[in-house]
């Protein structure tokens, strides 16, 4: 593999995982972090080798006492909150690590071991012990605070993957409410076809067939192509037309063009079945239902009016059909979000009407 896409690859986020800091990243910024020194105090000292000789002996403490502070410390006693604790232990870390500085420096490289000081240093004494501890802490807390914010945006990632995960299973779930009584129909439907040997038999097994085809593998996406959601609504309208017959009444309209629209699986249907429910099913009479399908630009317009139960057979049509309705209110506000739809449902002039603007992707 190249070397520029593995340097590339070190620093994608990964989806599931979310932020990360690899060995990559840590080996980058201790290298960037070394030749900033080098060059620095090189330039401070005009002598760039022992700039070099300092550095190359002081930054395997700073890494020692930044490593053990952001995986020891911290999580020891900062998650915990036991900050004096804390304070206490990184107060003790930081001066043995200047003291063990020291030792090496004056038997190492120089008898004077803080050439940048205001006077030549070859004793430990308090100045030269308060600097370095300053310059060690300075090391410690940027090297923290960059742990800490990516371990802060790797919890937020997590925390939005599950959110995404139970958004979708909760998706799936509620897309999931057809009801199984329309099942238990159409299959009495089709025994009562086969006993009379009609030749609508076959087309309805194959409909029924379809049907649930794209019930089981066609309604896993958050969103469907509009021209299969319709042709799912036609195939559910032919089956309720074999059962009700000459009792029902339908009108099933669609003006614009819905190809490279895509909109949520099963969302309308459940409008749809209420309306048989609720209409034909609780009327012993002739049933209007009409669907109404507009395509307006980037906007559906679902309308649908169906005739009232009979009085002797009415129940509160919004109690009775809570539990879909209360579905379809929660899959609007999770898919599409508050300004994504309007649904106004409402009675007028004997029959019910269910008016939704939906906005398509």
Same mark, same amino acid.
């Given at each position: 593999?190249?070397?520029?896409?593995?340097?590339?690859?070190?620093?994608?986020?990964?989806?599931?995982?979310?932020?990360?800091?690899?060995?990559?990243?840590?080996?980058?910024?201790?290298?960037?972090?070394?030749?900033?020194?080098?060059?620095?105090?090189?330039?401070?000292?005009?002598?760039?080798?022992?700039?070099?000789?300092?550095?190359?002996?002081?930054?395997?403490?700073?890494?020692?006492?930044?490593?053990?502070?952001?995986?020891?410390?911290?999580?020891?006693?900062?998650?915990?909150?036991?900050?004096?604790? *804390?304070?206490?232990?990184?107060?003790?870390? &930081?001066?043995?690590?200047?003291?063990? %500085?020291? #030792?090496? !420096?004056?038997?190492? $490289?120089?008898?004077?071991?803080?050439?940048?000081?205001?006077?030549?240093?070859?004793?430990?004494?308090?100045?030269?012990?308060?600097?370095?501890?300053?310059?060690?802490?300075?090391?410690?807390?940027?090297?923290?605070?960059?742990?800490?914010?990516?371990?802060?945006?790797?919890?937020?990632?997590?925390?939005?993957?599950?959110?995404?995960?139970?958004?979708?299973?909760?998706?799936?779930?509620?897309?999931?409410?057809?009801?199984?009584? *329309?099942?238990?129909?159409?299959?009495?439907? &089709?025994?009562?076809?086969?006993?009379? %040997?009609? #030749?609508? !038999?076959?087309?309805? $097994?194959?409909?029924?067939?379809?049907?649930?085809?794209?019930?089981?593998?066609?309604?896993?996406?958050?969103?469907?192509?509009?021209?299969?959601?319709?042709?799912?609504?036609?195939?559910?309208?032919?089956?309720?037309?074999?059962?009700?017959?000459?009792?029902?009444?339908?009108?099933?309209?669609?003006?614009?063009?819905?190809?490279?629209?895509?909109?949520?699986?099963?969302?309308?249907?459940?409008?749809?079945?209420?309306?048989?429910?609720?209409?034909?099913?609780?009327?012993?009479?002739?049933?209007?239902?009409?669907?109404?399908?507009?395509?307006?630009?980037?906007?559906?317009?679902?309308?649908?009016?169906?005739?009232?139960?009979?009085?002797?057979?009415?129940?509160?049509?919004?109690?009775?059909?809570?539990?879909?309705?209360?579905?379809?209110?929660?899959?609007?506000?999770?898919?599409?979000?508050?300004?994504?739809?309007?649904?106004?449902?409402?009675?007028?002039?004997?029959?019910?009407?269910?008016?939704?603007?939906?906005?398509?992707?």
């Amino acid at each position: 593999m190249p070397l520029t896409t593995t340097f590339k690859n070190s620093f994608k986020i990964n989806s599931t995982t979310g932020y990360k800091i690899n060995p990559t990243h840590h080996a980058i910024f201790w290298l960037c972090y070394f030749l900033f020194n080098f060059l620095r105090w090189g330039s401070y000292y005009n002598d760039y080798l022992y700039s070099f000789k300092a550095n190359l002996l002081g930054f395997p403490i700073h890494m020692t006492l930044t490593y053990f502070t952001i995986y020891v410390l911290i999580p020891t006693f900062i998650y915990r909150r036991k900050y004096i604790l *804390f304070t206490v232990s990184l107060f003790c870390s &930081i001066l043995l690590m200047v003291i063990i %500085k020291y #030792e090496l !420096t004056y038997f190492l $490289i120089s008898n004077n071991v803080w050439p940048e000081g205001p006077e030549e240093t070859t004793s430990l004494n308090l100045n030269y012990v308060v600097v370095m501890m300053l310059g060690e802490l300075y090391v410690i807390s940027f090297v923290a605070a960059i742990k800490i914010t990516i371990d802060w945006m790797r919890e937020r990632q997590l925390a939005s993957n599950l959110a995404k995960s139970q958004l979708e299973t909760e998706l799936r779930f509620l897309r999931s409410q057809i009801s199984p009584h *329309f099942f238990f129909n159409t299959l009495n439907n &089709i025994y009562s076809l086969s006993l009379e %040997k009609s #030749e609508n !038999t076959p087309d309805t $097994i194959l409909k029924l067939s379809d049907l649930m085809r794209y019930l089981l593998y066609e309604t896993k996406q958050n969103r469907q192509p509009l021209t299969k959601e319709i042709k799912f609504i036609q195939n559910y309208l032919d089956l309720e037309r074999i059962r009700y017959n000459d009792k029902l009444d339908l009108e099933f309209e669609i003006t614009g063009n819905p190809k490279g629209r895509k909109i949520a699986p099963m969302l309308l249907i459940h409008f749809i079945e209420n309306g048989f429910k609720h209409g034909a099913g609780k009327n012993t009479g002739k049933v209007h239902i009409s669907i109404k399908l507009q395509i307006e630009e980037d906007q559906l317009v679902f309308k649908m009016t169906n005739t009232l139960p009979q009085k002797g057979l009415k129940n509160n049509l919004n109690k009775a059909g809570g539990i879909g309705i209360e579905n379809v209110l929660k899959r609007l506000n999770l898919g599409y979000g508050p300004e994504g739809y309007q649904l106004d449902i409402f009675e007028a002039d004997g029959e019910y009407h269910v008016h939704l603007k939906l906005n398509l992707s």
